[in-house]
Protein backbone atom coordinates (compact mmCIF):
# COMPACT_ATOMS: atom_id res chain seq x y z
CA UNK A 1 0.00 0.00 0.00
CA UNK A 2 2.75 2.87 0.85
CA UNK A 3 4.11 1.92 -3.22
CA UNK A 4 2.01 4.52 -4.72
CA UNK A 5 2.63 6.79 -1.91
CA UNK A 6 6.49 6.53 -2.55
CA UNK A 7 5.76 7.46 -6.02
CA UNK A 8 3.57 10.46 -5.63
CA UNK A 9 6.80 12.10 -3.72
CA UNK A 10 8.91 10.57 -6.57
CA UNK A 11 6.69 12.82 -9.10
CA UNK A 12 6.80 15.83 -6.59
CA UNK A 13 10.59 15.54 -5.98
CA UNK A 14 11.51 15.30 -9.70
CA UNK A 15 9.63 17.94 -11.28
CA UNK A 16 10.86 20.46 -8.06
CA UNK A 17 14.68 19.55 -9.34
CA UNK A 18 13.31 20.80 -12.62
CA UNK A 19 11.55 23.48 -11.84
CA UNK A 20 14.27 24.77 -9.35
CA UNK A 21 16.81 24.63 -12.21
CA UNK A 22 14.52 26.37 -14.77
CA UNK A 23 13.24 29.05 -12.50
CA UNK A 24 17.05 29.86 -12.04
CA UNK A 25 18.03 30.02 -15.23
CA UNK A 26 14.95 32.18 -15.94
CA UNK A 27 16.62 34.71 -13.06
CA UNK A 28 20.45 34.47 -14.56
CA UNK A 29 19.78 37.93 -15.55
CA UNK A 30 19.99 39.62 -11.89
CA UNK A 31 23.74 37.65 -11.02
CA UNK A 32 25.98 37.05 -13.57
CA UNK A 33 29.17 37.84 -12.39
CA UNK A 34 31.53 40.76 -14.21
CA UNK A 35 33.12 40.81 -17.59
CA UNK A 36 36.64 39.53 -15.59
CA UNK A 37 34.97 36.95 -13.93
CA UNK A 38 33.24 35.74 -16.57
CA UNK A 39 36.44 35.74 -18.99
CA UNK A 40 38.12 33.61 -16.13
CA UNK A 41 35.36 31.28 -15.60
CA UNK A 42 35.73 30.38 -19.51
CA UNK A 43 39.54 29.73 -19.93
CA UNK A 44 38.87 27.47 -16.83
CA UNK A 45 35.99 25.91 -18.74
CA UNK A 46 38.75 25.57 -22.12
CA UNK A 47 41.18 24.36 -19.32
CA UNK A 48 39.07 21.20 -18.24
CA UNK A 49 37.47 20.27 -21.61
CA UNK A 50 40.98 20.65 -23.30
CA UNK A 51 42.57 18.06 -20.81
CA UNK A 52 39.07 15.69 -21.30
CA UNK A 53 39.99 15.81 -25.06
CA UNK A 54 43.60 15.39 -24.85
CA UNK A 55 43.00 12.66 -22.46
CA UNK A 56 42.27 9.15 -23.70
CA UNK A 57 41.63 7.47 -20.37
CA UNK A 58 39.00 9.78 -18.64
CA UNK A 59 39.97 8.59 -14.90
CA UNK A 60 43.29 10.38 -15.87
CA UNK A 61 42.05 13.72 -16.27
CA UNK A 62 44.08 16.36 -14.15
CA UNK A 63 40.69 17.26 -11.87
CA UNK A 64 41.73 19.89 -9.54
CA UNK A 65 41.68 23.64 -11.24
CA UNK A 66 40.35 26.10 -8.84
CA UNK A 67 36.92 27.23 -9.62
CA UNK A 68 35.62 24.09 -10.92
CA UNK A 69 32.48 22.40 -9.30
CA UNK A 70 32.25 19.18 -10.85
CA UNK A 71 32.61 18.05 -14.87
CA UNK A 72 29.99 15.45 -16.52
CA UNK A 73 30.92 14.53 -20.07
CA UNK A 74 31.38 17.88 -22.30
CA UNK A 75 30.15 20.12 -19.27
CA UNK A 76 32.16 21.81 -16.78
CA UNK A 77 30.23 23.65 -13.71
CA UNK A 78 32.10 26.17 -12.34
CA UNK A 79 31.76 27.12 -8.54
CA UNK A 80 30.04 30.60 -9.65
CA UNK A 81 27.75 28.78 -11.65
CA UNK A 82 26.19 27.45 -8.52
CA UNK A 83 26.39 30.24 -6.34
CA UNK A 84 24.82 32.47 -9.54
CA UNK A 85 22.00 29.93 -9.41
CA UNK A 86 21.68 30.38 -5.38
CA UNK A 87 21.74 33.71 -5.83
CA UNK A 88 19.23 34.19 -8.54
CA UNK A 89 16.81 31.95 -6.49
CA UNK A 90 17.13 34.21 -3.23
CA UNK A 91 17.02 37.46 -5.51
CA UNK A 92 13.33 35.94 -6.51
CA UNK A 93 12.00 36.65 -2.95
CA UNK A 94 11.56 32.28 -2.51
CA UNK A 95 10.72 31.51 1.00
CA UNK A 96 12.28 27.77 0.95
CA UNK A 97 15.61 27.60 1.13
CA UNK A 98 17.99 25.79 -1.29
CA UNK A 99 21.40 24.54 -0.86
CA UNK A 100 24.66 23.99 -2.43
CA UNK A 101 24.12 20.13 -2.56
CA UNK A 102 20.54 20.62 -4.08
CA UNK A 103 21.49 23.35 -6.86
CA UNK A 104 24.35 21.08 -8.01
CA UNK A 105 22.42 18.08 -8.40
CA UNK A 106 19.87 19.89 -10.38
CA UNK A 107 22.41 21.90 -12.09
CA UNK A 108 24.05 17.79 -13.22
CA UNK A 109 20.74 16.39 -14.13
CA UNK A 110 20.17 19.56 -16.63
CA UNK A 111 23.80 18.91 -18.08
CA UNK A 112 23.44 14.82 -18.15
CA UNK A 113 20.32 15.00 -20.82
CA UNK A 114 22.49 18.01 -22.80
CA UNK A 115 25.46 15.72 -23.08
CA UNK A 116 23.35 12.83 -24.58
CA UNK A 117 21.52 14.35 -26.36
CA UNK A 118 24.68 15.93 -28.11
CA UNK A 119 25.73 12.43 -28.02
CA UNK A 120 22.32 10.96 -29.94
CA UNK A 121 22.41 14.19 -32.32
CA UNK A 122 19.70 16.09 -31.05
CA UNK A 123 20.33 19.08 -32.02
CA UNK A 124 18.70 22.72 -31.91
CA UNK A 125 18.92 25.67 -34.04
CA UNK A 126 21.09 28.98 -33.98
CA UNK A 127 17.62 30.54 -34.70
CA UNK A 128 15.49 28.75 -32.27
CA UNK A 129 18.54 29.84 -30.06
CA UNK A 130 18.54 33.03 -31.03
CA UNK A 131 14.71 33.37 -30.22
CA UNK A 132 14.71 32.00 -26.87
CA UNK A 133 17.44 34.48 -25.97
CA UNK A 134 15.45 37.60 -27.48
CA UNK A 135 12.45 36.68 -25.38
CA UNK A 136 14.65 36.88 -22.12
CA UNK A 137 16.06 40.11 -22.78
CA UNK A 138 12.83 41.36 -23.91
CA UNK A 139 11.11 40.15 -20.30
CA UNK A 140 14.25 41.83 -18.55
CA UNK A 141 13.15 45.46 -20.55
CA UNK A 142 9.71 45.10 -19.41
CA UNK A 143 10.80 44.56 -16.38
CA UNK A 144 12.79 48.18 -16.46
CA UNK A 145 9.86 49.78 -18.02
CA UNK A 146 11.20 49.70 -21.49
CA UNK A 147 14.75 50.20 -20.37
CA UNK A 148 17.99 50.48 -22.93
CA UNK A 149 20.27 47.72 -24.07
CA UNK A 150 22.75 49.22 -21.41
CA UNK A 151 20.41 48.82 -18.65
CA UNK A 152 19.88 45.19 -19.11
CA UNK A 153 23.53 44.65 -19.20
CA UNK A 154 23.83 46.53 -16.37
CA UNK A 155 21.71 44.58 -14.33
CA UNK A 156 23.62 41.36 -15.93
CA UNK A 157 27.19 43.10 -15.04
CA UNK A 158 28.58 43.34 -18.51
CA UNK A 159 29.73 45.93 -20.32
CA UNK A 160 27.38 45.84 -23.56
CA UNK A 161 24.16 43.58 -24.72
CA UNK A 162 26.19 41.65 -26.25
CA UNK A 163 28.12 40.19 -23.80
CA UNK A 164 24.51 39.00 -22.37
CA UNK A 165 23.80 37.61 -25.70
CA UNK A 166 26.69 35.48 -25.54
CA UNK A 167 26.02 34.16 -22.11
CA UNK A 168 22.16 33.46 -22.41
CA UNK A 169 22.91 32.09 -26.00
CA UNK A 170 25.06 29.01 -24.47
CA UNK A 171 22.44 28.76 -21.64
CA UNK A 172 19.96 28.41 -23.76
CA UNK A 173 21.34 25.98 -25.81
CA UNK A 174 22.30 23.94 -22.66
CA UNK A 175 18.68 24.05 -21.94
CA UNK A 176 16.84 23.41 -25.27
CA UNK A 177 19.22 20.53 -25.50
CA UNK A 178 17.96 18.99 -22.14
CA UNK A 179 14.11 19.45 -22.95
CA UNK A 180 14.37 17.49 -26.27
CA UNK A 181 16.15 14.84 -24.32
CA UNK A 182 13.86 14.07 -21.93
CA UNK A 183 10.61 14.74 -24.30
CA UNK A 184 12.24 11.75 -26.30
CA UNK A 185 12.48 9.48 -23.83
CA UNK A 186 9.09 10.51 -22.89
CA UNK A 187 7.23 10.81 -26.01
CA UNK A 188 6.57 7.13 -26.45
CA UNK A 189 5.20 6.22 -22.85
CA UNK A 190 1.62 5.09 -22.88
CA UNK A 191 -0.67 4.10 -19.87
CA UNK A 192 -3.36 1.29 -19.71
CA UNK A 193 -6.50 1.82 -17.69
CA UNK A 194 -5.67 -1.07 -16.13
CA UNK A 195 -2.41 0.52 -15.02
CA UNK A 196 -4.31 3.82 -13.76
CA UNK A 197 -6.67 1.52 -12.05
CA UNK A 198 -3.53 -0.04 -10.01
CA UNK A 199 -2.01 3.18 -9.53
CA UNK A 200 -4.62 4.76 -8.14
CA UNK A 201 -5.65 1.74 -5.56
CA UNK A 202 -2.33 1.55 -4.42
CA UNK A 203 -2.14 5.41 -2.66
CA UNK A 204 -2.77 5.26 0.71
CA UNK A 205 -6.46 6.66 1.31
CA UNK A 206 -5.36 9.36 3.30
CA UNK A 207 -2.44 10.42 0.83
CA UNK A 208 -4.70 10.56 -2.43
CA UNK A 209 -4.82 13.84 -3.54
CA UNK A 210 -7.14 16.97 -3.29
CA UNK A 211 -8.82 18.62 -6.37
CA UNK A 212 -9.63 22.48 -6.51
CA UNK A 213 -13.59 23.81 -7.01
CA UNK A 214 -13.79 23.24 -10.93
CA UNK A 215 -16.66 24.34 -13.19
CA UNK A 216 -18.21 23.21 -16.38
CA UNK A 217 -19.25 25.96 -18.46
CA UNK A 218 -20.82 27.30 -22.14
CA UNK A 219 -19.98 29.92 -23.53
CA UNK A 220 -20.35 33.11 -26.37
CA UNK A 221 -17.55 35.01 -27.38
CA UNK A 222 -18.18 37.74 -30.03
CA UNK A 223 -15.68 39.76 -31.24
CA UNK A 224 -15.22 43.52 -32.81
CA UNK A 225 -15.00 43.00 -36.30
CA UNK A 226 -13.14 45.55 -38.69
CA UNK A 227 -15.13 47.17 -41.51
CA UNK A 228 -14.82 46.21 -44.97
CA UNK A 229 -12.86 49.72 -45.73
CA UNK A 230 -10.37 48.99 -42.64
CA UNK A 231 -9.59 45.41 -43.93
CA UNK A 232 -8.75 46.82 -47.73
CA UNK A 233 -6.56 48.79 -45.90
CA UNK A 234 -4.46 46.65 -44.10
CA UNK A 235 -3.89 44.22 -47.71
CA UNK A 236 -3.30 47.28 -49.84
CA UNK A 237 -0.19 48.17 -46.45
CA UNK A 238 1.07 44.36 -46.54
CA UNK A 239 0.89 44.71 -50.84
CA UNK A 240 3.05 47.48 -50.24
CA UNK A 241 5.99 46.21 -48.11
CA UNK A 242 6.00 42.95 -50.02
CA UNK A 243 6.34 44.99 -53.78
CA UNK A 244 8.97 46.87 -51.86
CA UNK A 245 11.29 43.48 -50.74
CA UNK A 246 10.69 41.96 -54.20
CA UNK A 247 10.72 44.89 -56.37
CA UNK A 248 12.65 47.45 -54.76
CA UNK A 249 15.31 45.36 -52.99
CA UNK A 250 13.85 46.43 -49.40
CA UNK A 251 14.51 44.37 -46.22
CA UNK A 252 11.88 42.27 -45.33
CA UNK A 253 13.27 41.57 -41.39
CA UNK A 254 13.78 45.35 -41.47
CA UNK A 255 9.89 45.95 -42.52
CA UNK A 256 9.15 43.38 -40.19
CA UNK A 257 10.81 45.11 -37.38
CA UNK A 258 9.61 48.51 -38.22
CA UNK A 259 6.27 47.37 -39.09
CA UNK A 260 4.86 43.99 -37.86
CA UNK A 261 2.00 44.23 -34.89
CA UNK A 262 3.61 40.76 -33.85
CA UNK A 263 5.30 41.80 -30.30
CA UNK A 264 6.50 38.42 -29.97
CA UNK A 265 8.72 38.37 -33.06
CA UNK A 266 9.03 41.86 -33.93
CA UNK A 267 12.16 42.69 -32.87
CA UNK A 268 14.14 39.78 -34.37
CA UNK A 269 12.45 40.83 -37.71
CA UNK A 270 9.36 38.31 -37.67
CA UNK A 271 11.15 35.45 -37.15
CA UNK A 272 10.00 32.18 -36.76
CA UNK A 273 11.27 28.69 -37.13
CA UNK A 274 8.93 26.09 -37.80
CA UNK A 275 7.93 22.16 -38.75
CA UNK A 276 4.72 20.98 -39.48
CA UNK A 277 3.57 19.44 -36.53
CA UNK A 278 4.15 22.49 -35.12
CA UNK A 279 0.74 24.42 -33.71
CA UNK A 280 0.58 27.30 -35.82
CA UNK A 281 -2.18 28.20 -37.40
CA UNK A 282 -3.34 26.67 -40.64
CA UNK A 283 -3.90 29.23 -42.50
CA UNK A 284 -0.02 30.16 -41.69
CA UNK A 285 1.45 26.83 -41.95
CA UNK A 286 -0.32 26.59 -45.49
CA UNK A 287 1.28 29.44 -46.43
CA UNK A 288 4.98 28.82 -44.99
CA UNK A 289 4.83 25.45 -46.46
CA UNK A 290 3.54 26.41 -50.08
CA UNK A 291 6.37 28.63 -50.72
CA UNK A 292 9.70 28.45 -52.18
CA UNK A 293 13.16 29.70 -50.64
CA UNK A 294 13.01 33.54 -51.15
CA UNK A 295 9.41 33.65 -51.84
CA UNK A 296 6.78 35.91 -50.41
CA UNK A 297 3.17 34.97 -49.57
CA UNK A 298 -0.31 36.85 -50.66
CA UNK A 299 -1.82 38.40 -48.09
CA UNK A 300 -3.88 36.43 -45.74
CA UNK A 301 -6.09 36.48 -42.67
CA UNK A 302 -5.92 34.29 -39.56
CA UNK A 303 -7.73 34.49 -36.45
CA UNK A 304 -4.31 36.91 -35.06
CA UNK A 305 -4.88 39.20 -38.26
CA UNK A 306 -3.78 39.45 -41.46
CA UNK A 307 -0.01 38.33 -42.77
CA UNK A 308 2.34 38.36 -45.44
CA UNK A 309 5.01 35.53 -44.98
CA UNK A 310 8.16 35.49 -46.42
CA UNK A 311 10.14 31.57 -46.62
CA UNK A 312 14.16 33.28 -46.06
CA UNK A 313 15.58 29.16 -45.60
CA UNK A 314 14.98 25.43 -45.70
CA UNK A 315 16.79 23.13 -43.69
CA UNK A 316 15.23 19.72 -43.77
CA UNK A 317 12.05 19.54 -41.88
CA UNK A 318 12.14 23.22 -40.25
CA UNK A 319 11.37 26.32 -42.13
CA UNK A 320 12.83 29.35 -41.32
CA UNK A 321 10.03 32.00 -42.19
CA UNK A 322 9.29 35.48 -41.68
CA UNK A 323 6.43 37.25 -41.23
CA UNK A 324 4.31 40.58 -41.12
CA UNK A 325 1.33 40.74 -38.88
CA UNK A 326 -1.24 43.74 -39.03
CA UNK A 327 -4.80 44.30 -37.74
CA UNK A 328 -7.50 46.37 -39.24
CA UNK A 329 -8.32 49.22 -37.32
CA UNK A 330 -11.40 48.64 -35.77
CA UNK A 331 -13.74 51.58 -34.90
CA UNK A 332 -15.74 52.45 -31.65
CA UNK A 333 -19.04 52.14 -33.57
CA UNK A 334 -17.83 48.68 -34.51
CA UNK A 335 -17.06 47.50 -31.14
CA UNK A 336 -20.89 48.58 -30.03
CA UNK A 337 -22.22 47.21 -32.71
CA UNK A 338 -20.99 43.94 -31.48
CA UNK A 339 -21.74 43.98 -27.65
CA UNK A 340 -25.38 45.00 -28.82
CA UNK A 341 -25.71 41.90 -31.01
CA UNK A 342 -24.66 39.66 -27.81
CA UNK A 343 -26.98 41.73 -25.48
CA UNK A 344 -30.02 40.83 -27.21
CA UNK A 345 -28.98 37.40 -27.90
CA UNK A 346 -29.06 37.24 -23.91
CA UNK A 347 -32.11 38.86 -23.42
CA UNK A 348 -33.40 35.91 -25.62
CA UNK A 349 -32.08 33.32 -23.91
CA UNK A 350 -32.95 34.54 -20.31
CA UNK A 351 -36.31 35.11 -21.46
CA UNK A 352 -36.33 31.66 -23.07
CA UNK A 353 -37.16 32.30 -26.52
CA UNK A 354 -33.75 30.09 -27.74
CA UNK A 355 -31.11 28.00 -25.76
CA UNK A 356 -27.56 28.90 -24.81
CA UNK A 357 -26.41 26.09 -27.18
CA UNK A 358 -28.63 27.25 -29.88
CA UNK A 359 -27.30 30.79 -29.46
CA UNK A 360 -23.41 29.91 -29.48
CA UNK A 361 -23.75 27.70 -32.81
CA UNK A 362 -25.54 31.01 -34.91
CA UNK A 363 -23.67 34.11 -32.97
CA UNK A 364 -20.25 33.09 -31.48
CA UNK A 365 -17.17 33.52 -32.87
CA UNK A 366 -14.99 31.26 -31.06
CA UNK A 367 -14.56 28.09 -33.75
CA UNK A 368 -13.85 25.50 -31.35
CA UNK A 369 -17.08 26.17 -29.14
CA UNK A 370 -20.01 27.54 -31.61
CA UNK A 371 -20.42 23.75 -33.14
CA UNK A 372 -20.45 22.46 -29.48
CA UNK A 373 -23.33 24.98 -28.46
CA UNK A 374 -20.18 27.11 -26.46
CA UNK A 375 -19.02 23.84 -24.39
CA UNK A 376 -15.88 24.90 -23.10
CA UNK A 377 -13.12 22.00 -23.04
CA UNK A 378 -10.18 22.44 -20.88
CA UNK A 379 -7.37 22.24 -23.58
CA UNK A 380 -4.78 20.87 -21.21
CA UNK A 381 -6.51 17.64 -19.73
CA UNK A 382 -9.62 17.49 -22.68
CA UNK A 383 -11.75 17.39 -20.08
CA UNK A 384 -15.26 19.79 -19.14
CA UNK A 385 -14.24 20.75 -16.13
CA UNK A 386 -11.92 24.07 -15.45
CA UNK A 387 -9.90 24.07 -12.35
CA UNK A 388 -10.40 27.65 -11.07
CA UNK A 389 -7.30 27.98 -9.32
CA UNK A 390 -5.91 28.07 -13.20
CA UNK A 391 -8.83 30.28 -15.02
CA UNK A 392 -8.45 33.67 -16.02
CA UNK A 393 -9.20 36.23 -13.32
CA UNK A 394 -11.82 37.57 -15.27
CA UNK A 395 -13.64 33.87 -15.88
CA UNK A 396 -13.20 33.40 -12.00
CA UNK A 397 -15.06 36.58 -10.62
CA UNK A 398 -17.73 36.10 -12.64
CA UNK A 399 -18.34 32.39 -12.28
CA UNK A 400 -17.92 31.98 -8.47
CA UNK A 401 -21.15 33.73 -7.14
CA UNK A 402 -23.34 32.01 -10.14
CA UNK A 403 -25.81 29.16 -9.70
CA UNK A 404 -25.92 26.27 -11.87
CA UNK A 405 -28.05 27.44 -15.08
CA UNK A 406 -27.12 30.88 -14.83
CA UNK A 407 -25.96 32.77 -17.00
CA UNK A 408 -23.90 35.84 -16.73
CA UNK A 409 -23.91 39.33 -18.06
CA UNK A 410 -21.15 40.34 -20.98
CA UNK A 411 -17.23 40.23 -19.78
CA UNK A 412 -15.64 42.94 -21.90
CA UNK A 413 -11.74 42.02 -22.41
CA UNK A 414 -8.97 42.24 -25.34
CA UNK A 415 -8.59 39.46 -26.75
CA UNK A 416 -5.77 37.38 -25.85
CA UNK A 417 -4.78 36.64 -29.38
CA UNK A 418 -5.28 39.88 -31.20
CA UNK A 419 -4.80 42.99 -29.21
CA UNK A 420 -6.03 44.90 -31.56
CA UNK A 421 -9.86 43.55 -30.57
CA UNK A 422 -12.50 43.73 -28.35
CA UNK A 423 -14.20 40.73 -27.12
CA UNK A 424 -17.55 40.24 -25.27
CA UNK A 425 -18.54 37.08 -24.00
CA UNK A 426 -21.16 35.72 -21.50
CA UNK A 427 -21.08 31.99 -19.44
CA UNK A 428 -23.58 30.00 -18.97
CA UNK A 429 -22.91 27.73 -15.54
CA UNK A 430 -23.72 24.27 -16.05
CA UNK A 431 -21.94 22.45 -13.43
CA UNK A 432 -20.10 22.94 -10.48
CA UNK A 433 -17.93 20.64 -8.49
CA UNK A 434 -16.56 21.77 -5.30
CA UNK A 435 -13.20 21.37 -3.80
CA UNK A 436 -12.91 17.08 -3.38
CA UNK A 437 -10.74 14.21 -2.90
CA UNK A 438 -9.75 12.71 -5.91
CA UNK A 439 -12.45 10.05 -6.98
CA UNK A 440 -11.38 6.98 -9.37
CA UNK A 441 -14.90 8.07 -11.62
CA UNK A 442 -15.37 11.60 -10.81
CA UNK A 443 -11.89 12.42 -11.67
CA UNK A 444 -10.11 9.49 -14.01
CA UNK A 445 -9.04 11.65 -16.45
CA UNK A 446 -7.32 13.78 -13.90
CA UNK A 447 -5.69 10.33 -12.50
CA UNK A 448 -4.41 8.77 -15.75
CA UNK A 449 -2.49 12.09 -15.92
CA UNK A 450 -0.73 11.89 -12.81
CA UNK A 451 -0.25 7.73 -13.63
CA UNK A 452 1.12 8.82 -16.70
CA UNK A 453 3.69 11.10 -15.35
CA UNK A 454 4.34 9.09 -12.70
CA UNK A 455 5.27 6.26 -15.35
CA UNK A 456 7.23 9.18 -17.76
CA UNK A 457 9.43 9.71 -14.17
CA UNK A 458 10.07 6.58 -13.85
CA UNK A 459 11.56 5.80 -17.15
CA UNK A 460 13.66 8.82 -16.90
CA UNK A 461 15.12 8.35 -13.57
CA UNK A 462 15.93 4.20 -14.84
CA UNK A 463 17.53 6.46 -17.88
CA UNK A 464 19.62 8.74 -15.70
CA UNK A 465 21.17 5.90 -13.54
CA UNK A 466 22.07 3.97 -16.20
CA UNK A 467 23.67 6.43 -17.58
CA UNK A 468 25.35 7.78 -14.72
CA UNK A 469 27.14 4.85 -14.25
CA UNK A 470 28.41 5.21 -18.26
CA UNK A 471 29.20 8.82 -18.42
CA UNK A 472 32.53 10.66 -17.59
CA UNK A 473 31.66 12.41 -13.89
CA UNK A 474 33.90 14.15 -11.94
CA UNK A 475 32.56 16.34 -8.49
CA UNK A 476 34.75 18.20 -6.27
CA UNK A 477 35.60 17.54 -2.63
CA UNK A 478 33.69 19.98 -1.62
CA UNK A 479 30.59 17.70 -1.53
CA UNK A 480 31.86 14.47 -0.75
CA UNK A 481 29.20 15.07 2.65
CA UNK A 482 26.26 15.55 0.46
CA UNK A 483 24.18 12.48 0.03
CA UNK A 484 22.05 13.57 -2.51
CA UNK A 485 25.50 13.60 -4.66
CA UNK A 486 26.56 10.21 -3.62
CA UNK A 487 24.98 8.04 -6.91
CA UNK A 488 27.12 10.85 -8.99
CA UNK A 489 30.13 10.57 -7.68
CA UNK A 490 31.87 7.62 -8.72
CA UNK A 491 35.04 8.69 -8.83
Not at 8 to 21: A, D, E, G, K, N
Not at 74 to 97: C, H, N, P, T
Not at 178 to 199: A, G, H, K, N, W
Request: proline share 2%; charged share 30%; aromatic share 8%.
Amino acid sequence: MRLKAIDLRLIRSWTSILMVFAFAKAMTAQTTPQPTSATQDEAIKQEVLAALNDTIEPTKVRFKIDGVSGVIGEFVVLDSDIEKQIMSYKRAGRSDEITKCEMMQSMLGEKLYAHHAIQDSITVSDAEISGMTDQRIEYFRSQLNGGSDQDIADIYRMENIQQVRDELNIINREELLSDRMQRRLTEDVQITPEEVRQFFYDIPEDERPLFNTEVEIARIVVKAKPSERSIKETIEKLNEYRDDVLNNDANFAAKATLFSEDSGTERQGGLISMKRGDPYAKQFKEAAFSLEEGQISEPFETAFGWHIVYLEKVRGSVRDVRHILLYPYISRSQEEKAKTMLDEMRDRIVQGDTTFADAARAISDEEQTAKSGGLFVNPTTGENLLDLTKAAPSLVSTVQFMEEGDVSGIIEEKDERNIGVMTYTIVNLIRKVEDHEADYTLDYLKIKDLALRDKQVRKIKKWRDDKIKDTYIKIGDDFDDCDLLQEWNKI
